[in-house]
T-cell receptor, first 113, second 115 residues
Framework: GENVEQHPSTLSVQEGDSAVIKCTYS??????FPWYKQELGKRPQLIID?????GEKKDQRIAVTLNKTAKHFSLHITETQPEDSAVYFC????????????FGQGTTLQVKP | DADVTQTPRNRITKTGKRIMLECSQT?????MYWYRQDPGLGLRLIYY???????NKGEISDGYSVSRQAQAKFSLSLESAIPNQTALYFC??????????????FGPGTRLTVL
């Protein structure tokens, strides 16, 4: 079945350093890849997304890259700040038009001041 | 995000009880989804619906049922709750607002504890 693997499960960085979270997906027909940030006790919030016709997308300090051939995509956060500390989820949506998202297992990012 | 509401927000119940989680949305979009979140497992799809007559099982539907009473309402039921259904449950609606713009709207979540 469809599957998304996310690594690492936990990540600790010093403030100002970069953080990278990686995901691989199994369904080659997947065409939409969002990233969510979830703060403690809150709902996931979309922070950036990328579609299969684009290789890279950037929004200020965050960027996402997509390698369709290898079926993996990554989230890059530069100049990390303590408020970036949260759980991050990647997801993939297939082309079946059902709108279903298959989520990765999540990465807990801790940014140390 | 106030477009998707969930009730209750927190619930503690006992094994064997029937529980209903309710979700309402105001965006008027057709597609609605129920996910559960468990630590280390991410979010997993339970059921989804495209309209009141179209209900589909997700990857972990066993032990759950749903009802799409109207386009705006999508309820999740646990017929006989068991402790491993303790989780955070999210209702999500999906809308296409343009040719290349679509968004999942998450509800605030329901934290369910089954003792």
């Amino acid at each position: 079945g469809e599957n998304v693997e996310q690594h690492p499960s936990t990540l600790s960085v010093q403030e100002g350093d970069s953080a990278v979270i990686k995901c691989t997906y199994s369904d080659s027909a997947s065409n939409y890849f969002p990233w969510y940030k979830q703060e403690l006790g809150k709902r996931p919030q979309l922070i950036i997304d990328i579609r299969s016709n684009v290789g890279e997308k950037k929004d200020q300090r965050i960027a996402v890259t997509l390698n369709k051939t290898a079926k993996h995509f990554s989230l890059h956060i530069t100049e990390t700040q303590p408020e970036d500390s949260a759980v991050y989820f990647c997801a993939a949506r297939g082309s079946s038009n059902t709108g279903k998202l298959i989520f990765g297992q999540g990465t807990t990012l801790q940014v140390k001041p | 995000d106030a477009d998707v509401t969930q009730t209750p927000r927190n619930r503690i119940t006992k094994t064997g009880k029937r529980i209903m989680l309710e979700c309402s949305q105001t965006k008027g979009h057709d597609r609605m989804y129920w996910y559960r979140q468990d630590p280390g497992l991410g979010l997993r799809l339970i059921y989804y619906s495209f309209d009141v007559k179209d209900i589909n099982k997700g990857e972990i539907s066993d032990g759950y049922s749903v009802s799409r009473q109207a386009q705006a309402k999508f309820s999740l039921s646990l017929e006989s709750a068991i402790p491993n259904q303790t989780a955070l449950y999210f209702c999500v609606q999906y809308g296409r607002t343009g040719q290349c713009t679509d968004t999942q709207y998450f509800g605030p979540g329901t934290r369910l504890t089954v003792l």
